[in-house]
């Protein structure tokens, strides 16, 4: 399976913005999926995942109540809906897939190119 992530760009503080990773190749139901960012000269961070079993969520606290994450799994489609976006939140957004659940870098199975988002003051 190959992961594709699209919708980045740029916009304004405030603003909002939904990215999208497309699975193909083969299903992702039973994938946990998460998103994860990453600014330059930092760390690649983990931003939220949802688990492919039941569906929950979780976020990280930098985003929780900002952004919402959702899997279409009909069109084996995640989504990351970002709300009141702010500088901070500047960076290449990347999509992934893992059998487990996805708390860190380290237990993705699969990562998708990244899309970058830029959010100006």
């Known amino acids: 399976v190959q992961l594709q992530a699209s919708g980045g760009g740029l916009v304004q503080a405030g603003d909002s913005l939904r990215l999208s990773c497309a699975a193909s190749?083969?299903?992702?139901?039973?994938?946990?999926m998460g998103w994860f960012r990453q600014a330059p000269g930092k760390e690649r961070e983990f931003v939220a995942r949802?688990?492919?079993?039941?569906?929950?969520?979780y976020y990280a606290d930098s985003v929780k109540g900002r952004f919402t994450i959702s899997r279409d799994n009909a069109k084996i489609t995640v989504y990351l809906q970002m709300n009141s976006l702010k500088p901070e939140d500047t960076a290449v957004y990347y999509c992934?897939?893992?059998?487990?659940?996805?708390?860190?870098?380290?237990?993705?199975?699969?990562w998708g190119k990244g899309t970058q988002v830029t959010v100006s003051s």
């Open positions: 992934a897939a893992a059998i487990g659940v996805i708390a860190g870098p380290r237990d993705v199975d699969l």
């Open positions: 949802i688990s492919g079993s039941d569906g929950s969520t």
């Open positions: 190749g083969r299903s992702i139901n039973r994938y946990g």
